[in-house]
């Protein structure tokens, strides 16, 4: 087992490799997560703001 945890003398570079691609994906789904709430939320906006100024019904520009 500690052969393979040292993966022939190279275990820094591996294990390392492999932390910072883990690291990496978290950080990715985090992003993607706050710019999906962003963009939801400036959509919402958009659609409120648009009901607002959008005219009733039957009455004329």
Do not use: D, K
């Not at 994906?25 to 009901?51: C, K």
């Amino acid at each position: 087992m500690m052969e393979f945890l040292r993966q022939g003398g190279y275990a820094f570079f591996v294990w390392s490799a492999f932390g910072m691609t883990f690291l990496l994906l978290v950080a990715e789904v985090v992003q993607l997560r706050l710019s999906r709430r962003t963009i939801l939320s400036r959509m919402g906006r958009l659609a409120r703001l648009r009901e607002r100024n959008a005219p009733h019904r039957g009455e004329s520009r």
